[in-house]
């Protein structure tokens, strides 16, 4: 076969099948004894690639296999195509996600002591139905909690080959605080916790001490004008 018959098929094969393409199921494109090697195959993708340099698209590689994609830069034009706006994720649900990329397999009650606050039945089913995480298994725990962990899908969309890929913690300027609290320890947790609680308790208690002195000058106030008032009155009554 000639390389630029592979080129072009392989070229063809990436455009219609609306999904990436492993090198396996490339090489299925072929009879058994008309199949090019691994080697052939990359080297007709590398060609693939590099006739799409001064094109509106390009071919990347993500976790699923290869793919032709728009470029990034021009998002903001092809973007316009499409009436519908893009999905807009709230912050506890990508924070959710990121505990779960960054220290899968995960439970949802890790995930709750880390981040300090109950995680939202909505929000684990949502990354289930973008098919972003999934159960993995089960703690050996006292009620058997699922773990979660990312999946091929997940990798897909962030345009990434493996988790290796992850940008690091400190480069995620959106989650500053998240990324301290990766670090934290259940114990430190807990701790961070029960001092909020303390803090607030204080509060309360303070705000109850203000409120009781206040009705006690009221009550003193009142009972000084009272004792005046009658004063006044025996004066009176012992005029002649």
Not at 133 to 157: C, E, I, N
Not at 176 to 186: H, V
Not at 223 to 240: F, I, W, Y
């Amino acid at each position: 076969m000639a390389e630029t018959g592979l080129v072009q098929i392989i070229e063809g094969a990436l455009m219609a099948a609306g999904e990436p393409l492993s090198l396996q199921r490339i090489s299925q494109l072929f009879d058994e004894f008309d199949r090019p090697g691994n080697d052939d195959l990359k080297q007709a993708l590398a060609d693939v690639a590099a006739r799409c340099e001064d094109r509106g698209y390009e071919l990347v590689q993500v976790a699923s296999g290869y793919r032709f994609q728009v470029r990034q830069n021009l998002s903001t034009w092809v973007g316009r195509i499409w009436q519908e706006r893009p999905p807009r994720y709230s912050r506890a649900l990508l924070e959710t996600l990121s505990l779960i990329a960054y220290r899968q397999p995960i439970t949802r009650g890790e995930i709750e002591e880390i981040r300090g606050v109950a995680v939202s039945t909505n929000i684990i089913r949502t990354l289930q139905e973008r098919e972003w995480v999934r159960v993995v298994g089960h703690r050996d725990v006292p009620g058997k909690p699922a773990m979660y962990a990312t999946t091929r899908q997940f990798l897909d969309y962030f345009n990434l080959k493996s988790l290796e890929q992850l940008p690091p913690l400190a480069d995620i300027k959106e989650l500053d605080n998240l990324s301290g609290n990766l670090e934290f320890d259940s114990e430190s947790a807990n701790d961070a916790v029960n001092d909020r609680e303390d803090a607030e308790a204080a509060s309360i208690s303070s705000t109850t001490a203000s409120d009781t002195a206040d009705h006690a000058d009221e009550a003193s106030t009142e009972e000084a004008t009272v004792g005046d008032e009658n004063k006044e009155q025996r004066q009176v009554e012992a005029s002649p």
